[in-house]
């Protein structure tokens, strides 16, 4: 098999953790929020959470803007940033993290 031929997934969600590490604080809001700017900007469908974020689009697009949340937060001066990451895709339907959600609530009416 040619796996340089190989596509990613055409869409994807990531649930992200990024971790900035070495700054002498144990506060991470300042750095939370500045990534929540770059995803508000990104124009792709996001979910902060107290964990972190789960961010939703194509697996460039995904992929990209957490780069650039590293970047951002480089940017502030911290100099090693870690991130922990789960992502999902699928291919027998769309769904997106709200419907994933949704359908557990649904269940949870039922009686």
Same mark, same amino acid.
């Given at each position: 098999?040619?796996?340089?031929?190989?596509a990613t997934?055409?869409?994807?969600?990531?649930?992200?953790?990024?971790?900035?590490?070495?700054?002498?604080?144990?506060s991470?809001?300042a750095e939370?929020?500045?990534?929540q700017?770059l995803?508000?900007a990104?124009?792709?469908?996001?979910?902060? @959470?107290?964990a #972190?974020?789960?961010?939703?689009? &194509?697996?460039?697009? %995904?992929?990209a803007?957490i780069g +650039?949340?590293h970047?951002?937060? @480089?940017?502030? #001066?911290?100099?090693?940033?870690? &991130?922990s990451?789960r %992502?999902g895709?699928?291919?027998? +339907?769309?769904?997106?993290?709200?419907?994933?959600?949704?359908?557990v609530q649904?269940?949870?009416?039922?009686?």
């Amino acid at each position: 098999m040619d796996y340089s031929s190989v596509a990613t997934p055409s869409s994807c969600y990531a649930d992200f953790c990024l971790i900035p590490v070495g700054t002498g604080s144990v506060s991470v809001a300042a750095e939370v929020a500045e990534v929540q700017r770059l995803l508000q900007a990104s124009g792709l469908k996001y979910t902060m @959470h107290s964990a #972190g974020t789960t961010v939703e689009g &194509s697996w460039d697009d %995904v992929m990209a803007v957490i780069g +650039k949340a590293h970047a951002v937060v @480089h940017e502030r #001066g911290v100099v090693r940033v870690q &991130s922990s990451m789960r %992502v999902g895709t699928r291919t027998d +339907k769309k769904q997106t993290a709200e419907d994933k959600v949704r359908r557990v609530q649904d269940l949870l009416a039922e009686k």
